[in-house]
């Protein structure tokens, strides 16, 4: 079985350019989260989706974030316009709620603004 | 104060020995409690998970919960050199949605 898909793996971008990470969770699981994870402030939680809607962005850092899932099979992460400081690994995890929410992580995107 | 809290450490054991991972967690409702490794360069794995309080035994590896304490550690028995990694401690808040809140993670060196 597919685990989380992420793409692109790797990105390097310059300052001021829109970046946009995509996600397909596992089938079948309803929830989906991003995470940003850096050496300062560890695994952060972005924003979370449940059937698809938005249910917390009070992770998402400023109005240069958005996130959508405009189905069960798809999600992207924008940044517009990127600045440095958003480098980072972004990961998209997801799961089953009510099977103990467990949440499996995708292998993350690697984004460096330069 | 920070909702879940670990030691960065490193923590260095030999290998063999037994490593004691720890962690702390600041919402007395929360529900479920998780255990990750992360080796350098890869995403989050999960080793474990904890609902209720005493301990959950799993091959080498040992959670236990103290909801009194908020408090909940990994034990690692025989401890590997593959074993070295950052472990990450993951808290479902109150609301139980599924929304899990990550410690900053504990790197764990084994050495030979």
């Known amino acids: 079985d597919a685990g989380v898909i992420q793409s692109p793996r790797h990105e390097v971008t310059e300052m001021g350019q829109e970046v946009t990470l995509r996600c397909k969770p596992i089938?079948?699981?309803?929830?989906l989260f991003w995470y940003r994870q850096t050496m300062m402030r560890g695994l952060e939680l972005l924003i979370y989706f449940n059937n698809n809607v938005p249910i917390d962005d009070s992770g998402m850092p400023e109005d240069r974030f958005s996130a959508k899932m405009p189905n069960a099979s798809f999600s992207t992460l924008k940044i517009q316009p990127s600045e440095p400081r958003d480098s980072a690994v972004y990961f998209c995890?997801?799961?089953?709620?009510?099977?103990?929410?467990?949440?499996?992580f995708g292998e993350g995107s690697w984004l460096t603004v330069v | 104060q920070k909702e879940v809290e670990q030691n960065s450490g490193p923590l260095s054991v030999p290998e063999g020995a037994i490593a004691s991972l720890n962690c702390t967690y600041s919402?007395?409702?929360?529900?479920?409690f998780f255990w990750y490794r992360q080796y350098s360069g890869k995403s989050p794995e999960l080793i474990m998970f904890i609902y209720s309080n005493g301990d959950k035994e799993d091959g080498r590896f040992t959670a236990q919960l103290n909801k009194a304490s908020q408090y909940v550690s990994l034990l690692i028995r025989d401890s590997q050199p593959s074993d070295s990694a950052t472990y990450l401690c993951?808290?479902?808040?109150?609301?139980?949605?599924?929304?899990?809140?990550f410690g900053q993670g504990t790197t764990l060196q084994v050495k030979p």
């Open positions: 089938s079948g699981h309803n929830s």
């Open positions: 995890a997801s799961s089953l709620t009510g099977s103990g929410n467990t949440i499996y």
């Open positions: 993951a808290v479902n808040t109150r609301s139980n949605t599924g929304k899990l809140i």
């Open positions: 919402d007395r409702g929360s529900q479920s």
